[in-house]
């Protein structure tokens, strides 16, 4: 029913930047949210950085500062811009979206993930 694609992951050294973008597509009736969680071999995944249909964001402690979540409501995107890499940022990062698929039924989506490698 719903799609989302990611993009922009790679190998990147400690102190540089990369940009993450996700695209949701497929029976969207209206986003609740969308964001970025990552996950660490042997760490559970964790939540990197969210935005509501508001507008309100949400960073994880560990990001402020460093990361910037935008959107853009027309291409049902997000973008993570994350700056001052650090190994331990070093994660698969999957997109999330909680999305209304008709006016009563939402679910929670996840894109495939994308490998983000920073070597120090």
């Known amino acids: 029913q719903v799609q989302l694609a990611e993009s922009g992951g790679g190998l990147v050294q400690a102190g540089g930047s990369l940009r993450l973008s996700c695209v949701a597509s497929?029976?969207?009736?209206?986003?609740?949210?969308m964001g970025w969680y990552r996950q660490a071999p042997g760490k559970e995944r964790e939540l990197v950085a969210s935005i509501n249909s508001g507008g309100g964001r949400n960073y994880a402690d560990s990001v402020k500062g460093r990361c910037t979540l935008s959107r853009d409501n027309a291409k049902n995107s997000v973008y993570l811009e994350m700056n001052s890499l650090k190994a331990e940022d070093t994660a698969t990062y999957y997109c999330?979206?909680?999305?209304?698929?008709?006016?009563?039924?939402?679910?929670?989506?996840w894109g495939v993930g994308t490998q983000v490698v920073v070597s120090s």
């Open positions: 497929g029976s969207i009736f209206r986003i609740i949210s």
């Open positions: 999330n979206g909680r999305i209304y698929v008709d006016p009563r039924n939402w679910g929670d989506y």
